[in-house]
């Protein structure tokens, strides 16, 4: 649900009426053309993607059965529980009746969100211990890229919904600061979003 | 209190549909389920990924409440990432 001040807002878990719903830029509305220039960047990525895999269909096809696809749904699993707690942490910081939970849902988000990437970690270890890094090959290239430039992303992100944690701590809460949260949950919104695309093109279409 | 009402959101049953769209991608992913190869499979794969996309918008990003330039521009996203995602798998 999205009213700036839903201390005054009566139906907050209690369904989402249209008439109690207020229509609102969620974050500050300056964010969004950096979230969808975002976007636009990654599809440029996949679409690069998908032309040099058309282009080495066999060579990727074997590369890609050398991956691990069980942390590939897990880190899918990790990043989609890590998001419906920011919503909460979101919802909650709208709401003085929940607010004092919202600092520790960020962080419980935060937590799981780190998760990701250590069980990329892992698979990172495993693939260059074997021997499978970036100059084998062109998947194995874009495979680096793709996962690398969303790990920075996962990064920034947790540091973000920390931040997020620190600033639900305070009791007060002003529309300045919702819009902020509404924005950082956004961002790591992104990140969830863009890892079901990299994670159904890479692991799973053949 | 309990944080039943907190929880009690639209957004929760999206998580829920998102995990399980999860397992059938992963499933078409693993297995040639429908046997008509992998082509079709894929094109489903990449389906579910997009569909799975805009619930995460409509719902955890709050799009779906969203004045409808911004969700409009969102949709216009989702169905130009299909677009563009199919014609690259299929004739890339």
């Given at each position: 649900m999205v009213t700036r001040n839903a201390a005054a807002h009566p139906v907050l878990g209690s369904g989402e009426s249209i008439s109690a719903r207020v229509r609102h830029v969620p974050g500050e509305p300056g964010l969004w053309i950096f979230l969808f220039g975002d976007l636009f960047i990654f599809s440029v990525l996949f679409t690069a993607y998908l032309n040099e895999r058309g282009n080495n269909a066999d060579e990727f096809a074997a590369a890609q059965g050398h991956l691990e696809r069980t942390?590939?749904?897990?880190?899918?699993?990790?990043?989609?529980?890590?998001?419906?707690l920011v919503v909460f942490a979101t919802r909650a910081v709208r709401d003085e009746r929940w607010r004092h939970h919202s600092s520790g849902l960020f962080v419980a988000g935060a937590a799981v969100g780190a998760c990701f990437v250590a069980i990329k970690g892992v698979e990172y270890h495993g693939m260059i211990s074997a021997g499978l890094t970036p100059s084998v090959g062109n998947f194995y290239m874009w495979y680096f890229v793709l996962t690398g430039i969303h790990l920075?992303?996962?990064?920034?992100?947790?540091?973000?919904?920390?931040?997020?944690?620190?600033?639900?701590?305070?009791?007060?809460?002003?529309?300045?600061?919702?819009?902020?949260?509404?924005?950082?949950?956004?961002?790591?919104?992104?990140?969830?979003?863009?890892?079901?695309?990299?994670?159904?093109?890479?692991?799973?279409?053949r | 209190m309990t944080m039943m009402p907190l929880v009690r959101t639209r957004a929760s049953m999206a998580y829920l549909v998102l995990i399980a769209l999860t397992v059938v991608t992963w499933s078409f992913g693993a297995h040639d389920i429908l046997g008509h190869g992998h082509v079709t499979a894929s094109l489903i794969i990449l389906a579910i990924a997009v569909f799975k996309v805009r619930i995460v918008g409509l719902y955890f990003m709050e799009l779906r409440d969203a004045p409808s330039w911004l969700r409009m521009l969102f949709e216009g996203y989702c169905v130009a990432e299909l677009v563009v995602l199919t014609v690259m798998y299929l004739f890339g």
């Open positions: 942390t590939g749904i897990i880190n899918t699993f990790v990043l989609l529980t890590s998001s419906i920075a992303h996962v990064i920034l992100g947790l540091l973000v919904l920390m931040c997020l944690s620190r600033l639900a701590r305070n009791a007060a809460s002003s529309a300045t600061r919702i819009a902020i949260v509404e924005g950082g949950a956004c961002f790591w919104h992104v990140v969830d979003l863009l890892w079901i695309l990299i994670f159904s093109l890479i692991f799973l279409v | -």
